[in-house]
Nanobody, 125 residues
């Protein structure tokens, strides 16, 4: 069992930066592939970024490539999402997710086994 708690969301002006953190509890974190998703009002949850168990492989949605960076610290049971050059269209609730798979990069919500409660990111123009 893995429990996930996101933090670091908030209100930022366009062009600004935020770093989201996702703290995980549970013995299997270092064996979990991890991902970040987001959901804006009235829209479906969409993939943002993902990485495998050691962070050696990462993948990003085209909409955030070059602006966002996903990383993890297995010693701290934490995964991060560094978000730079934020745009108003990045406004959403951001969720982290964990999968009971070690090597895969997973880009669909149904591929994940555990979810956090989400953290709001609002980018003003």
């Amino acid at each position: 069992q893995v429990q996930l708690v996101e933090s670091g969301g908030g209100l930022v002006q366009a062009g600004g930066s935020l770093r989201l953190s996702c703290a995980a509890s549970g013995r299997t974190f270092s064996s979990n592939a991890m991902g970040w998703f987001r959901q804006a009002p009235g829209k479906e949850r969409e993939f943002v970024a993902a990485l495998n168990w050691n962070g050696g492989n990462t993948y990003y949605a085209d909409s955030v490539k070059g602006r966002f960076t996903i990383s993890r610290d297995n010693a701290k049971n934490t995964v991060y999402l560094q978000m730079n050059s934020l745009k108003p269209e990045d406004t959403a609730v951001y969720y982290c997710a964990a999968a009971n798979r070690k090597w895969l990069i997973i880009m669909i919500p149904t591929g994940y086994d555990y979810w956090g409660q989400g953290t709001q990111v609002t980018v003003s123009s």
